[in-house]
């Protein structure tokens, strides 16, 4: 009976387990269909200053447009193994380089975060991207954040402390992404040349309501402080965790209490109906 089982469940493990591989497969010749036509855009979400109520800055995230579109979360980690996303970064960051350009003649001067991936990090042409792009446009690398996860420099950190150094001396920000879930050491993190730091959205959420998230969250506030690294909470979605934030010192928020992230039409006109000018 029990042998019986075992053969079925392996069965159905194994047409599970093709069953994703093929699927991959297939999303990522659609990830290559969709670059080609030109299917995906970037949507833009404000991060605010808590001490002058100003937008700081803006964070690009990727849309895959057409109802046939997945969400980052599925497609983002497909096109990391199926060897796509050198291809969506280049044209993320050429996107947001030009949107950057657009804005500054429209007189909105505002830096924009770009997410990079793990993979990116090993790829030798990352760092003349993002030196080139910038000047083929003529933008100051200055005014584009480069956001990188805790968990991804994490897994080569040596390559990866190599490659923001470069980037950094280059003039670009760089931001540590999702911190809190990557598990890096306190010797680690002191040699990360970030200027910034995210908190995890699963660390904002409760802070209001589980007290072990509330010390958490100081914690890291305070950490950044002691390294001189400004922070960012993400995920803020009530005032209530925006004014507890307040009161921990932290200095920039980001979440849907604010903005969801806004096609760049749409941000404009928030931008200009917030800041009236
Ligand atoms: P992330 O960089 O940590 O981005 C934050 C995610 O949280 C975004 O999801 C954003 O829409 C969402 N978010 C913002 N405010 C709130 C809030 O108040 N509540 C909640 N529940 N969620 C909020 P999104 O856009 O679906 O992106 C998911 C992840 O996909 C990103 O996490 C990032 O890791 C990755 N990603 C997005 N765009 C790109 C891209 O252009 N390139 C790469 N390599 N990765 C990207
Ligand atoms: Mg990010
Ligand atoms: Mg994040
Ligand atoms: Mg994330």
């Known amino acids: 009976e029990t042998a019986k089982q075992e053969q079925l469940s392996s069965v159905t493990y194994k047409e599970a387990r093709s069953s994703a591989a093929s699927r991959r497969i297939e999303i990522s010749s659609r990830i290559r269909q969709a670059i080609a036509s030109n299917r995906f855009t970037l949507f833009y979400q404000p991060k605010v200053s808590l001490e ?24 983002i980690p497909i096109a990391e193994s199926q060897g796509l996303i050198g291809k969506i970064t280049t044209w993320v960051i050429k996107e947001a ?15 924009i975060a770009v ?13 003349e991207l993002f030196v080139d792009t910038c000047r ?12 990188v996860t805790e968990s991804s420099v994490m897994a080569h950190p040596e390559l990866a402390i190599e490659r923001l150094q470069v980037l950094r001396d280059a003039g670009f920000r760089i931001s540590l992404d999702d911190f809190g879930t990557g598990y890096s050491s306190l010797s680690y993190l002191k040699n990360i040349p970030a200027h910034e730091l995210k908190l995890d959205q699963s660390f904002v959420a409760n802070i209001c309501s589980d007290s072990r998230d509330e010390r958490l969250a100081r914690g890291v506030i305070d950490l950044a402080h002691d390294l001189k690294l400004s922070i960012v909470a993400e995920g803020v979605e009530t005032e209530d965790v925006m004014l507890m934030l307040k009161e921990m010192n932290c200095e920039i928020v980001q979440g849907y209490f604010y903005s969801r992230p806004l096609d760049a039409a749409s941000f404009k006109t928030w931008y200009k109906q917030r800041h009236n000018d």
Request: one cysteine or more; a negative charge; charged letters at 30%.
């Open 97 to 111: 380089v030009e949107q950057c350009k657009l804005w500054e003649s429209d007189g909105i001067k505002i830096n």
């Open 136 to 147: 083929e446009h003529k933008l100051d690398p200055s005014s584009i954040t480069i956001e």
């Open 115 to 127: 997410n990079i991936s793990a993979r990116d990090l090993h790829d030798s042409q990352l760092i």
């Open 52 to 75: 002058t109520n100003r937008v700081c800055a803006v964070e690009a995230l990727i849309r895959w447009l057409g109802e046939d579109g997945l969400s980052p979360a599925e497609f």
